[in-house]
Nanobody
């Protein structure tokens, strides 16, 4: 496992932007996928965006597609999430995650597929 640290969260008005960062706090390790998840109060942790180390392919949930962009270097356990046109429903704690595994279709969207997590950063969008 790798220790991950998120930063960049905060309070922003609707239609505003934020950029989240995720970096290792110590040694790095090889990953196959890295991703961003989020968890709103009283809700489960949901997949937001992911990036595959081998190809650089990116994946998004329907709720953020066209507004959020994931980037970074998974080989260095470092990724970013550029969030634009933020909405109040984007309010949540955002978590960075990494895995060395692989699986079938949509495998990378499952929380259980990841074994390294950060502690999260709060994003609050006011209306």
């Amino acid at each position: 496992q790798v220790q991950l640290v998120e930063s960049g969260g905060g309070l922003v008005q609707a239609a505003g932007s934020l950029r989240l960062s995720c970096a290792p706090s110590g040694r790095t390790f090889s990953t196959s996928y890295m991703a961003w998840f989020r968890q709103a109060p009283g809700e489960g942790r949901e997949f937001v965006a992911g990036i595959r180390r081998e190809t650089g392919n990116t994946y998004y949930s329907d709720s953020v597609k066209g507004r959020f962009t994931i980037s970074g270097v998974p080989a260095k356990n470092t990724i970013y999430l550029q969030m634009s046109n933020l909405k109040p429903e984007d309010t949540a704690v955002y978590y960075c995650a990494a895995t060395r595994g692989s699986g079938g279709s949509s495998w990378y969207t499952y929380r259980s597929s990841y074994d390294s997590w950060g502690q999260g950063t709060q994003v609050t969008v006011s209306s």
